[in-house]
């Protein structure tokens, strides 16, 4: 692996860590790694990574081997492939070793343990012997399936500390242990033997007794929330792929005059290579040759098509929208704005805030505190002068009746009722880790292009010369303009056609390219174009209509004149238009307390006029992408939590920075993979349904862990007495598991604000 290290010397080192099972994990890394000298380093656990500054020259593998002693697994990250085509990344989804294993062992654990709950809680199915085939299931479940646990726990006893796992394991542990003990020693494995409905509470020797059925439902259920939550994590590099996946993936390079097609990876510097109509232009450049509109909205979030000819320069990944351009590339690989944009959406990922699960942080308090009680129990009731047997039957009842059933299903079950409903509104919420950020924001910036607006141009206004009848300049422009390819053309036709009806065929059709289109139309010579055009053959526009134009500019507007016969005829505006629902979802933003900013590449008076509009009082304008991820850092530095909402590339870096990412699921794959809520509908008032959903299925996986926690902490002082009946407990355990899944399926019921 030693390979990797040349490369990665100045830039910082990134390891990616293996074996994490709570940020408990990562803040420990993260000590360990900043105890060596020269060295500083961030542990991130929703992304895995480790970020690590480093002198010049410093080895990697000391880096690993560091991370190894204190338990995890480390390695810098793999390499790209030559191609950095999907095939790779779909083999290394397949063949992640961690996530196989754990599905592995939760269709064990499931298969196993079904039937010895079944056996455990009802009577009937106690036939002769049924314990030893209860053994028999749960054994393999209670080692095999919950050797994770037990790793990590033996991991957090040689560094002096608890987790969940450390409860996890013991309670497992000792449940098998007892429950072999109860068996082989005791009473429990003689023919015959039932575990009846008693709800009665006596002090018991619990050699009659068996547990089999806690160790191996406590495993399958913590099995199954650490699956889907290791499921939804390593998402976390899919906007990275996505956003790589945007670009050519071969160039028509010029070689000796003719056209040779060959991999974008192999493209140098000075080399000039052909872009048609349609096709993505390879790699940033310079326009040798030829005219066209290039669609950047992806990149740069202005909604207008750019025009571009000899000596501009164009970017790569973007849209070559009209003619054909020959290019000579001026930066190549991970020179690229597009390579630059990808490395934005992997830092600002990589320093997330890290998320502590709640159950995590209670549990550093309330498993030593158990073990505490354990003992205790151990030492009073043989200080007292009871049996051995009934001693450690109470100290084993604490560690039973403690560990987290119910706990294993809190969140799961609120998260998957809560995203199911969230996925019936068009709302997609990526997992827990999500929810924590949406009860503290007080700040939405909003992305203006396809967020706010729809995101195509619009034909909005048909202002004519005096004398000339709208309608036929409507005919006369959308018959020329349906004949072109380019974006404003398009609406322009989409326009005319769906207020005068089908557009006739024109004849002559010639397009100047970059200047405007002109044809024969009803026997009359059309000029549809800039205003330059149709002054060059003498067609002026009368002052009233100048100043409608120089108006619409002034809003940002694109301004299209017409002409035939001689005179200019009229003017069509052309414009990118607000959706019909974002006035409302704004002020039903306001209403849950949020500040909305409205965030926009477009300039100053169109941004302006939109943020009047729908009702935003804070607005800024004129950003390209990387200073969308400085806005949402300085706004964060102020001390707001922040949630962005946008569609394209060009906020995929500010998606993955903002404390909450939404993502319009009309939008690119990109964001959608940066964000962290995606809103299917397009619609902006998804948003509030999001934030208001997401607020309320947090407070219910935290009331969950409330009653979940209350359940254990009043059961304890029965186990610790010695009072405890297994089916009592069994029964208890069972009712603390429905409460948590009855509380989940509330959710069920949350209804949008908006029909």
Request: hydrophobic share 45%; aromatic share 4%; proline share 5%.
């Amino acid at each position: 692996m030693s390979t990797h290290s040349p490369a990665i010397a100045d830039a910082g080192i990134e390891l990616e860590i293996g074996g994490m099972t709570c940020a408990s994990c990562a803040n420990r890394i993260e000590r360990k790694l900043n105890k060596l000298d020269g060295v500083s380093a961030t542990v991130n656990y929703a992304t895995e990574k480790a970020k690590v500054t480093a002198p010049d020259g410093y080895d990697p593998q000391l880096l690993v081997a560091e991370v190894e002693k204190t338990g995890y697994t480390a390695a810098p990250p793999a390499p790209p492939t030559d191609e950095g085509g999907p095939s790779g990344d779909a083999a290394n989804d397949d063949a992640d070793p961690e996530l196989t294993a754990l599905r592995q062992r939760l269709i064990g654990a499931i298969v196993l343990t079904v039937p010895v709950i079944a056996m455990a809680m009802i009577p009937a199915l106690q036939f002769t012997n049924w314990q030893w085939l209860s053994l028999a299931l749960a054994a393999p479940v209670i080692v095999w399936a919950a050797w994770p646990f037990h790793r990590a726990a033996w991991a957090n006893l040689k560094h002096g500390t608890a987790t969940m796992d450390t409860l996890i394991s013991m309670g497992t542990s000792a449940a098998l242990l007892w429950s072999l003990y109860a068996l082989f020693f005791g009473t429990a494995g003689e023919p015959g033997m039932t575990h009846p409905f008693e709800f009665t509470i006596a002090p018991s020797d619990g050699a009659a007794n068996i547990y089999l059925e806690v160790g191996a439902g406590v495993t399958m259920f913590i099995l199954a929330g650490r699956y889907f939550e290791k499921r939804s994590k390593r998402q976390a590099g899919a906007a990275l792929r996505a956003l790589l996946e945007l670009g050519a993936k071969e160039v028509a390079v010029l070689r000796d005059g003719a056209e040779v097609k060959i991999p974008t990876s192999q493209l140098a510097v000075g080399d000039e290579f052909v872009v048609r109509p349609g096709e993505k232009i390879a790699t940033d450049g310079t326009v040798s040759s030829g005219t066209s509109a290039v669609d950047a909205s992806m990149l740069t979030g202005e909604s207008v098509p750019v025009e571009v000819a000899e000596g501009d320069a164009v970017t790569g990944a973007t849209l070559n929208a009209g003619g054909r351009l020959l290019v000579r590339a001026t930066r190549v690989g991970s020179d690229t704005q597009l390579a630059q944009m990808a490395k934005l959406v992997e830092d600002a990922q990589t320093g997330k805030a890290e998320v502590q699960r709640l159950a995590d942080r209670i549990s550093g308090v309330f498993v030593p505190i158990v073990i505490v009680i354990a003992v205790i129990a151990l030492g009073a009731w043989l200080g007292a002068g009871f049996p051995a047997a009934a001693a450690f039957t109470a100290a084993v009842a604490v560690l039973v009746i403690a560990c987290p059933c119910a706990l294993g299903l809190a969140t799961p079950t609120a998260l998957l009722v809560g995203t199911g409903r969230g996925a019936q509104m068009g709302v997609l919420i990526k997992g827990p880790e999500v929810l924590e950020s949406t009860r503290t924001v007080d700040t939405v910036v909003l992305d203006k292009t396809g967020t706010v607006t729809s995101g195509t141009m619009t034909l909005t206004d048909v202002i004519t010369e005096p004398g000339v009848d709208r309608d036929e300049l409507l005919r006369r422009a959308g018959a020329l303009e349906n004949a072109s390819e380019h974006p404003i053309a398009r609406a322009i036709a989409r326009g005319a056609a769906e207020e005068v009806g089908a557009l006739p065929t024109p004849e002559g059709f010639t397009n100047m390219e970059g200047k405007g289109v002109r044809g024969s139309v009803d026997r009359a010579t059309v000029v549809v174009g800039r205003e330059s055009l149709l002054a060059e053959e003498s067609q002026h526009l009368s002052s009233g209509v100048a100043e409608a134009k120089a108006r619409a500019e002034r809003e940002g507007k694109t301004v299209v004149a017409v002409g035939w016969d001689g005179r200019a005829r009229g003017i069509l505006v052309v414009a990118d238009t607000v959706k019909p629902t974002s006035a409302e979802a704004i002020a039903e933003l306001k209403q849950l307390g949020l500040t909305p900013v409205l965030l926009t590449g477009d300039n100053q008076a169109v941004a302006r006029e939109i943020a009047a509009e729908v009702g935003i009082d804070q607005v800024i304008a004129e950003v390209l992408p990387t200073d969308k991820v400085d806005v949402v850092a300085r706004l964060q530095n102020e001390g707001k939590v922040v949630a962005m909402v946008g569609d394209g590339v060009n906020d995929a870096p500010a998606l993955a920075q903002a404390d909450l990412g939404m993502a319009m699921g009309t939008g690119t794959d990109v964001a959608i993979e940066a964000a962290d809520i995606t809103l299917v509908r397009g619609d902006l008032r998804a948003a509030v349904d999001a934030i208001r959903l997401s607020r309320r299925t947090l407070s219910t996986i935290k009331t969950n862990l409330f009653w979940a926690f209350a359940y254990n902490v009043a059961a304890i002082p029965v186990a610790a007495l010695g009072m405890l009946n297994p089916m009592l407990a069994g029964a208890a355990m069972a009712f603390s598991s429905v409460f948590v899944v009855g509380n989940s399926l509330r959710l069920r019921g949350f209804t949008s604000t908006t029909k």
